[in-house]
């Protein structure tokens, strides 16, 4: 019974990974907190209202929409290839384990094949007594 590796990926697969990994990382959160800041910052204070991207920021919630459209079919994605090693892993697991009973069991019968010595010895032994 051999072991199988875990799954190899590809290389988008492996980018979404990246991506989801990075998507859900504190560094992402402080950045794009600090990007919409200096965005809503460069658009109402340093251009008084006349800024290239007015009050209510159309422009900044198109790129908000694009990127959270963009963003889940990646993450999506990266949940799949988890569960393919989840499932994997799982698999490598329960064969792992049934080869280890199946060798419980091998010596648990040589256990009792000596059990069953040990006592026949015994009992020679004190009939020879």
Same mark, same amino acid.
């Given at each position: 019974?051999?072991?199988?590796?875990?799954?190899?990926?590809?290389?988008?697969?492996?980018?979404?990974?990246?991506?989801?990994?990075?998507?859900?990382?504190?560094?992402?959160?402080?950045?794009?907190?600090?990007?919409?800041?200096?965005?809503?910052?460069?658009?109402?204070?340093?251009?008084?209202?006349?800024?290239?991207?007015?009050?209510?920021?159309?422009?900044?919630?198109?790129?908000?929409?694009?990127?959270?459209?963009? !963003?889940?079919?990646?993450?999506? %994605?990266? !949940?799949?290839?988890?569960?393919?090693?989840?499932? !994997?892993?799982?698999?490598?697991?329960?064969?792992?384990?049934?080869?280890?009973?199946?060798?419980?069991? !091998?010596?648990?019968?040589?256990?009792?094949? %000596?059990?069953?010595?040990?006592?026949?010895?015994?009992?020679?032994?004190?009939?020879?007594?």
């Amino acid at each position: 019974m051999s072991i199988k590796p875990v799954i190899t990926s590809t290389f988008g697969e492996r980018l979404s990974d990246k991506i989801a990994d990075f998507g859900g990382s504190w560094t992402f959160i402080l950045s794009f907190l600090t990007f919409i800041l200096f965005w809503i910052l460069l658009n109402v204070i340093w251009f008084f209202n006349n800024g290239f991207d007015p009050y209510p920021f159309i422009l900044l919630n198109l790129i908000l929409s694009c990127i959270a459209a963009l !963003q889940a079919p990646v993450i999506m %994605m990266s !949940q799949n290839r988890q569960e393919d090693r989840d499932r !994997q892993r799982s698999k490598n697991d329960y064969e792992i384990n049934m080869k280890a009973e199946k060798e419980i069991k !091998q010596l648990h019968k040589k256990f009792d094949i %000596m059990m069953k010595q040990h006592n026949e010895i015994l009992e020679m032994l004190k009939r020879d007594k």
